[in-house]
């Protein structure tokens, strides 16, 4: 909680002041579209904009994880999709951000040839997340990488059958007998991939074989792996709203049956992940110098184990973490802290790309709960898991309850260096303190999703007058710093609902 002299600070109404209106008016028309994200503040480990503004983020996951592997663009309820409908109803909500599937099975189903109709319906919805103020992250996904493994991820073609001998087949040793398979060396029949807990898959000798192979660049394989990133890359690289490339989701350690040194808490980032993140980011920058390349870590570590960030620029790397209990034993704060000491030894930021939303039980509404006063008060970004989650299937409507927790108000863009930021669920007040940067133009922007605030908002600042403001849409509090402000000054703003 803030303590300042709030008496002090003047009660502004919701109306722009007086002819400075203008002004701020005249900055959005002389600077249309999204502000690009392509920095990463080195001293504060925060994201920064084209502007300076240190950037935050709040978002869902949208990945389809079977053919064809891109949610359909139209709405229907209890369908999941994605599409004009979804970015409406994600703006609303009040999130900025999406974290969307860029399935490598659907973008090169033949080796080499890149499917550009499926990588076309990809560019479309970023386009229209991009018209509802919405930033993309662009993920490759996976879980337990293949269809041959019952999961998915790599491309039909990667795995071949003469990998391991038949004996040792998908999922021994978890079944001492492999499952039978079909012609495409998928098990057949697929409801045997529910015997097997999906997450144990990573510890079958076939699993383990098959990361082995992508990440010793066994028969070129992560050589395609970074060519698709490329193209990736070439595609988006002058989209102004992607937010980055998020490599490859929750990669495992490699093939532990071969080096048990893997599982070694920390060995695996900087042995076998260090060398394919290169890898993929050097084809990346030679096509798109400026895009963040966000990188994950082994799922089950407690702090990273790389030596360097992917080419070994902190400034145009993000770490990509995620917090599920379990795997993590402890409470999502120590998660945070031991994140912020990677960001600090590897000065680079971190953003919390996947959680627990909601999946029907009261502990993991409570967890979301928690999980947002302690983003808020670690200042950390996140994207929770899923899109899909935030629904009622049947309704088509989302859950009230839940939209409790994640629809609230955070500071989008702070233009100087933000210092704490809160948001009480019980009052919906939100309060940001900052030190101003009299080099920045650009307005501190606040969401205030109209839901949470259905009758408005009175917002106080302190220092008097410092700040100008500006309703830029019904969900979009900006705030110009006055130019009478020549020197960094500490600011303080209270949100509170009418
Ligand atoms: C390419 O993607 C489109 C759109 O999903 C799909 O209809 C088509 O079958 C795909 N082509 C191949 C060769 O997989
Ligand atoms: C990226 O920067 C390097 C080094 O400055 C330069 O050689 C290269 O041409 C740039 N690539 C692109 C795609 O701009
Ligand atoms: C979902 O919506 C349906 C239809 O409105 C309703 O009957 C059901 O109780 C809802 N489920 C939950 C978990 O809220
Ligand atoms: C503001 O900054 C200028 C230049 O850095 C400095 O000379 C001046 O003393 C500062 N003024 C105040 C009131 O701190």
């Known amino acids: 909680m803030l303590s300042i002299p709030i008496a002090a600070a003047t009660l502004l109404g919701t109306q722009p002041v007086g002819g400075l209106a203008q002004d701020a008016e005249h900055w959005y028309k002389v600077h249309p579209g999204m ?13 920064v904009d084209e502007f300076g503004r240190t950037r935050f983020f709040h978002g869902t996951n949208v990945v389809m994880k079977q053919p064809p592997w891109h949610r359909p663009l139209e709405w229907v309820p209890g369908v999941s999709s994605f599409g004009e409908q979804d970015v409406q109803n994600l703006h609303d909500l009040g999130l900025n951000v999406v974290r969307l599937g860029h399935s490598w099975t659907g973008g090169e189903p033949v080796r080499g040839q890149y499917n550009q109709t499926f990588l076309d319906i990809l560019m479309k919805q970023t386009k229209m997340a991009e018209d509802h103020g919405l930033y993309v992250l662009v993920d490759v996904h996976q879980d337990c990488l293949s269809r041959q493994f019952c999961g998915h991820g790599v491309p039909d073609w990667f795995v071949k059958g003469n990998w391991v001998s038949s004996d040792e087949m998908y999922p021994f040793p978890l079944n001492p007998t492999p499952f039978p398979v079909d012609n495409s060396g998928f098990p057949s029949p697929q409801s045997l991939c529910d015997t097997v807990n999906w997450a144990l898959g990573y510890t079958s000798v076939a699993v383990g074989n098959a990361f082995g192979r992508l990440y010793n660049n066994y028969d070129g394989l992560s050589d395609a792996f970074a060519a698709y990133w490329k193209k990736l890359a070439s595609e988006y690289v002058e989209m102004a709203n992607v937010v980055g490339y998020n490599l490859l989701n929750e990669p495992w ?90 960001s600090e030894r590897l000065r680079t930021a971190g953003v919390l790309t996947e959680l627990t939303f909601w999946m029907g039980d009261e502990k993991q509404m409570q967890g979301l709960a928690d999980a947002m006063s302690a ?124």
């Open 253 to 342: 350690v490699g093939d532990t049956w071969a080096d048990p040194t893997l599982l070694v808490p920390g060995v695996a980032d900087h042995k076998v992940l260090e060398g394919l993140w290169n890898h993929a980011a050097q084809q990346i920058r030679t096509v798109d110098n400026d895009t963040l390349i966000w990188f994950e870590g082994a799922t089950l570590d407690i702090l990273s184990g790389f030596n360097n960030v992917p080419l070994g620029d902190g400034s145009k790397s993000v770490q990509s973490y995620h917090y599920y209990s379990p795997p993590q034993l402890g409470s999502i704060s120590t998660t945070l802290n031991n994140r912020r000491k990677d």
């Open 35 to 47: 502000a690009r994200i392509s920095q990463v503040n080195q001293d504060t480990y925060q994201i």
């Open 375 to 498: 983003t808020d008060a670690s200042m950390v970004s996140w994207i929770g898991w899923a899109y899909e989650n935030l629904y009622n299937g049947t309704s088509g409507l989302p859950y009230t309850e839940l939209a409790k927790h994640y629809s609230r108000a955070y500071p989008a863009a702070v233009a100087g260096t933000p210092k704490s930021f809160s948001f009480s669920e019980s009052s919906a007040t939100f309060q940001l303190h900052f030190t101003s940067d009299p080099n920045i133009d650009a307005p501190t922007e606040i969401i205030l999703p109209p839901s949470t605030f259905p009758n408005g908002y009175s917002v106080q600042v302190s220092p008097d007058s410092s700040l100008l403001q500006y309703v830029l849409d019904k969900r979009t509090l900006a705030l110009f710093t006055s130019t009478s402000i020549k020197n960094a000054t500490d600011i303080y703003i209270i949100v509170s609902p009418k």
